[in-house]
DNA sequence: TTTCCCATAAACAATC
DNA sequence: TGATTGTTTATGGGAA
């Protein structure tokens, strides 16, 4: 076979538009849950419900989020959390610390990930400096990340190379002359399919831990990830850039750091969770797909058209509307609202410990880690202790380090939820406007 | 019950 | 030559 860059010619020979609407629809069963899993999955009470339907009319969500980015990198324990991808059952990748998934949920690593083996290559591929890996390096990283597959039967790799070829969403790409070593392509996101593949990964159901946060928690009162999975899902028929995308996958880190953070805690209550079949279509090209696909509906590009969402879907699935997310009326509840997330995002850090990597030996790749991309890798935690106050000058520094990384996370949420780039300066204002204030906060203490 | 999605298995060819 | 990679087809289970 000569060298290909492009689709299979059964997949050109789709129009393209069936080939969305197949993308969607593939994507919208992408998530599904083992039953093992979806069994232990919480579901939604209805108090979430409601509290979802208020907040998600403010920007409680952002300001929230912005504060969980604080901890975008740190579990509960102050253990790094490299990957959002281990096994959301509890398993973790054998070099931690087990305590950091001490949860009496926990399941043995012969539990199978909640991903479909298009997510899994999709997080692979995403997690990789260059975009695309070569099959074997995929398997590496499933491998590295979800145990389970260790001991699985070898048929798993058939599987993965199964749906790299058949999935549209993956191309194919040529290696650059000269390689060394390895044989095959490497593969890629199709960058037309990637708002397909974020959009399920935001669809993804979570296990019950994922959306527990006790209410003492620094992370209390915050939004479950659902509120900025709707926002997410608000944008999901926009173009989605590169940057989107790139928080789109912070936004899968981050919940997977929610986990990471909630593990130890109570059971929570249930999350009720329900799929539609909103979207027709499918990214394999089985036999059985419908050919054509012509009487398959556009997939919902319009971020003003819903109605791929039932109304009646719950809080995961539900949009913000973008005149709720643009409901700072005031060039001051901009200021009120950065300066609060920054502040309640510095302080929420005090709860988290500093991040060590206790896995050095693994996983070169941590330096392209999404969350290093993202700026929230790490960042040390200097203890409240008698000793920090000759350290107030450093912990400033942080501070205004942390600001910094707080400013670029809310931009990047608030380009997800629909508010004009313009805003980034405005915050960039705002932000000073907060580091002023509390520098004269601190003053006066 | 039907339809669709997904996982899995298998066969086969091409390449290293 | 064997292993790996890539493609394709078939099939069964689960969910809507």
Redesign the pocket.
Known sequence: ??P?TGM????KAETPGAEKS?GL????????LP?AV?AARPKATAVDSELADDELTNLNWLHESTNLLTNFSLGSEGLPVVSPLYDIEGDSVPSYPSSCYSNPEKKSATS?PP?????LIYMAIEHSPSKSL???EI?SWILERFPYFAT????????V??????NKCFR?VERSHGKV???????CVDPEYKPNLIQ?LKKQPFPSAFFYTPPASPLSGSPSPHYLTSVLKQNQGRSIKDSDIDAATAMMLLNTSIEEGILDCKKPQPLKL????N????????????PGGSHFPVPNIDPNEDHNYSASSVASQRCVSPSSVSSLSSVDEVYEFVSEASRVGSEGSEGFHSEVDTDGDDREEDDDDPLADSGYTSQPCLAASDKAQPRKKALEELCLEIDEELKEAAGSLLHLAGISPCLGSLISTAKTHSQKRRRRNDVTA
Do not use: C
Request: glycine content about 8%.
């Open positions: 076979m000569g290909v299979t010619p059964d997949k197949a629809r593939h994507i919208q069963r992408m998530g599904s039953e979806d199978k991903y479909s083996f298009s997510l070569p099959v074997k398997y699985a039967p070898t048929g798993w790799k058939n599987s190379r199964h749906n790299l070829s058949l194919k070593n390895g044989k095959g392509s490497l593969w399920a329900s799929k539609k079949r979207y027709v279509s499918t990214f394999q090209s089985h036999g059985k797909a419908s």
